[in-house]
């Protein structure tokens, strides 16, 4: 305020000044006129020193100005300078950035709100092809046109990476991850993972060579065990007891074998038919009455059904993913137990869900339940007869049919195993069928 009280007073004293000395000459309208017209030229002279300064001189000191005007070069100066400051500091940062995201061994790139190529390091040219400063400007899915990338780019569900092949590269596998920040911008970062997938590769193919090996050995056993046990009567007690012991355990490994090259498939087969529309409410009828056969009786199976929509899928498939939690409901409970098999609508799709009122499971189990053989009992689990491949069965047969787990459970308070489809996966049940109806 002191600059523009000055201000008002120089104003005052041009008027005044040049007021009298027109009155004293006996034109006191011009001595006014001229002290007007002189402080105007004063403000246009310092006007356009800083018009001058802004369009043609703006990295320069400012000019030098009396009055307010002094002080307005001085602030805007000061302005300036710190503006230069916060710029370096923020060019040194975006540097620094750069510098660290070229040090990667991992693809960066940076894509603006309309998903188009704004920056990327070296690494993403060696895996991605993108060539600079050519390829800036254009849209990420104008070179990576891989359609499984494309609609995972346009569903902006980024909870799970993607894996691919190199667009340039065939013998290169690549794990994609797209992280949504700012105004609707993108970063996309790729990982060469071609070891790992290899080494993926060497893991199901062994495993799936194993378990063939294994059919036939175990074929022969059991077939000699039979017919030992067919003339049983005529061994001793203990060789008796030594047979059966072992006929139980060939068994077991069948078991295993089997849902060994079950996971095995549902792993490796990457050829999917079109999926036929399937009657859950007589699936789930099927399977009710295979949990209650298995129970004979120690447990109350319950069927609900609250919606009479066709889900599509792989029907093998689909039993055998919810043969596996129903079974699994059956075994880990106590007699006595409630176990609730339900097909509902759920959000925009449909869920069919598994429930029982056991014994429930501690959370911390939760994350791993879908592990190749974790056992939150491994003695209960032994006893029942279970492979401890279940569930992650479940979850292959879920992923195939782009579909999720969802586990609730707490101990005491029994266990909520639920499958969620997506609305794509659900369909309308045909007429007919809604005239009949379903319990």
């Known amino acids: 305020m002191y600059y523009w009280t000055n201000e008002l007073w120089r104003l005052a004293y041009l008027v005044i000044g040049l007021g009298v000395l027109g009155w004293l000459f006996g034109e006191p309208g011009w001595g006014l006129a001229a002290g007007l017209g002189l402080y105007v030229y004063l403000h246009l002279r310092h006007l356009r020193a800083l018009y001058v300064w802004l369009t043609q001189h703006p990295h320069d000191t400012p000019p030098v100005g009396a009055g307010v005007w002094g002080d307005l070069f001085d602030r805007l100066y000061k302005y300036q300078k710190t503006q230069r400051q916060s710029q370096a500091r923020l060019r040194d940062i975006i540097r620094r950035v750069q510098d660290s995201c070229e040090a990667m061994r991992d693809a960066v790139v940076m894509l603006d709100r309309h998903g188009d190529l704004e920056w990327w390091n070296s690494a993403a040219t060696q895996m991605l092809g993108f060539q600079t400063p050519h390829d800036r400007g254009q849209h990420i899915t104008n070179f990576l046109r891989d359609p499984r990338f494309v609609a995972y780019f346009n569903a902006r569900d980024y909870r799970e990476p993607l894996t691919l092949a190199s667009p ?16 609707n911008e993108r970063l996309v970062m790729a990982r060469d993972i071609s070891r790992l997938h290899r080494l993926e590769e060497m893991r199901r193919d062994f495993v799936a060579n194993v378990s ?24 001793p007690s203990r060789w008796q007891r030594g047979l059966g012991q072992m006929q139980e355990q060939t068994q077991r490994m069948q078991n295993l074998v089997e849902d060994l090259l079950l996971l095995s498939k549902l792993e490796t087969d990457q050829t999917r038919d079109d999926p036929s529309p399937l009657d859950m409410a007589t699936l789930l009828e099927n399977i009710r009455d295979d949990a209650a056969n298995l129970c004979a009786g120690s447990h109350e199976i319950v069927l609900d059904i609250h919606t009479d929509h066709c889900l599509l899928g792989d029907e093998g498939e689909m039993r055998s993913a919810v043969s596996n939690l129903v079974f699994n409901a059956v075994r880990y409970t106590p007699a006595g137990s409630t176990v609730t098999l339900r097909w509902k609508a759920w959000k925009e799709g449909a869920a069919v869900e598994v429930e029982d009122d056991g014994d429930g499971i501690d959370p911390v189990h939760l994350p791993r339940l879908t592990e190749r053989f974790y056992r939150v009992d491994k003695g209960r689990s032994a006893a029942n007869g279970g492979t401890g491949l279940g569930l992650a069965i479940v979850k292959h047969v879920l992923l195939r049919h782009d ?15 639920r499958c969620v489809f997506p609305a794509t996966r659900v369909r309308a049940a045909p007429e007919e069928r809604r005239a009949v109806g379903h319990g």
């Open 212 to 235: 063939h090996e294994l059919r036939t050995p175990l074929t022969v056993l059991t077939g000699y065990l039979e017919t030992y046990l067919d003339q049983a009567d005529q061994l």
């Open 168 to 183: 340039i590269r065939d013998d290169m596998t690549l794990q994609y991850q797209v992280t949504l920040f700012g105004d």
């Open 403 to 417: 579909a999720h787990l969802d586990i609730d459970s707490h101990p005491g308070r029994g266990a909520l195993f």
